[in-house]
């Protein structure tokens, strides 16, 4: 042990939280290898000290009781919580001899959030899977994907800076996007709105954002897509387009112009529940208040079954008023938005898949093929998988087929203590050499704690199996800062020369991106095969969608019995499922003891609730319970609920979003995301 590491020394790092685009800078304290504090970094250029609740609470990951510190195997029957500890070879060669006694493609691994921590684990676990022959699912699939993919078929990915929209936006539609999702958002949106911008929340419910709009506009969950044709038939038809981006940066126009001749604003406010009146100002505003931003939201505004139609239609709307390649235009920060900089080498570029039956990220295909015995070992990283697919009845059901389940955590979780037959224990992001990457920058996370109990990284696990399994070239590296060096290699510094951990070091651990534009698509080359915005599109066609931008009208109840509609999304106090719901980090758990579901005052009224009565929301597929909060943030005929909370998506639909055709057209954005519709009926439980 150095002197240094002695005495109490400072290092900065990163959150180990994954809330896309917001990620915050750390300054942690270490003594002997022991945490003493984390706090936030003042230095650091986007977050400048500030650390939520929930960054606050990874501290309690170090030392607590509850943290997995051992490999275990399950004793007795699936589900019976009985485990012994056994080796990491034990464990191992239990992988290794299942992996060995089947065929290489009916192994499925999915990777969830937990492995994201570091930010550099998801490009191997792909490079292990590819190169082995395995299934290879992106979790993007139950978050930000469906959105990225409407996106992409109009092919606006890339978004403007934060910093941008503090600066120079004078309209600002914050359309689905909450403080919640990303906190650092928010000190930018207040400070462009100080400025004098215009500030219009768009959103099924009430936010931490509504008290710093000029003007909230509610509209039924699922109805998007109207409102931006709405939009975009009063652009079009009161001619307040740019007639010359048009002509030289779109396809198209010409059809999309007729078709939304039927879009009217009274079509729009019969379906989104707004006035007639306020659409048409609404997007005159939209149109002559510029530069106008829109801030969309990451995922949970496109978790129906025809999502994918909303972001595709609202990406029309900067393109038809010529509002994108300019400062305080296009979208502003979401999760899963394009960068306009260098990015990360590629590390699958030399890698080729064997032939095999694979599965693509499609989330009713792959419950339908766990469910057909066509997967024989599953491979969950970091992920309680229960608490983040669609109609996990489905899922359990399939999971009771495979032959070996392995998991890869911090801690235990829903799915692990139902399903798992070994548990792998995992490293914290402190006990690994790790990056993390924002819009604008990159962050070197260094390892500053030896890993706790027998917790390995990933950067060993899989070398060591694809030893085992003699799968070639899945490691060529010397070790993971060998790995990391050839991630950074795309990254070009001022002399020429690629960017390295140990330059990253020398720098104080902050990179910004090289080639990085604060501005979306300066060169005005759009994320399309043409180039251009694709109001018309060859693609969605030819896999069976409307060549134009559309709306489907959502499914509506299958019967009386369940009238309200049930939504969810994200709080300030929790993210996901992360860390077994929360519950293993005494913090959150203080901040989240029980499911909560809102309810409008009419609706509660109607089942005589009173805010903190017991209720059991039920369906056709399922019953959860929760504790009822009675609030006017919601609509009536809406309940909502922060996601996260296993057992809740018994609720919600498993019907894909896209065929498993049509999910495939956008290349490296799978459209796989299955609907999450869920109707419901709410009743009160006597005690
Ligand atoms: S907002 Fe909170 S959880 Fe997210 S990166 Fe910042 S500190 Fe971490």
Redesign the pocket.
Known sequence: MTTQEHSAHQITTM?P?N?HP???GMTVTVQDRTLLTIKGDPQHPE?HG??????HATREIFHNPKRLLTPLRRVGPRGGQKWEACSWDEALEMMVEAIEQTQRDRVGIWRGHGVGTTGVNTPLISRFATLGGMQNWSSSIVCWALGGYGLALTGVLEANAKEDMAANAQTILFWGATFSSQ??TAAHLIEAHKRGAHVVQIDTRRTELSPHADQIFLLRPGSDAALALALAHVITTEDLVDHAFLNDHTLGFTAFAEHLQAFTPEWGAAITGLAAEDIRALARLYARQTPAMIVLGGSSMFKHQHGWEASRAIACLPALTGQLGKIGTGFGPRHGAYSHSDDYASVLADVLRPQGDYVPSHMASIAEALDAEKIDVFWLLGSNILSSFANTNHLAQGLSKVKLIVAYDLFMNETIRSSADVILPGTAWLEELGLKQTASHIYLMEQVLPPEGEARPLSTILPELANRLSIPNVFPWKDQEDYINTLLSAQRMANGQALTVAELRRMGGYWKRSHHSPVAYPDYRFHTPSGKVEFWSERAQKVGLSALPSYTEPERSASPATPLRFCQGRTLSA?HAFYDEGQALPLLARANPAPELWIHPRDARKRQLKTGDQVLIANERGQFEAVALVTEAVLRGVVWMRDGWSGLNKLTSGNPALTRTASDAVAGIPGGQAAYDAWVEVSPIHS
């Open positions: 959150c939280m809330c917001t990620q915050c977050s500030f650390l939520c609740q929930r960054g906190p650092t993210f």
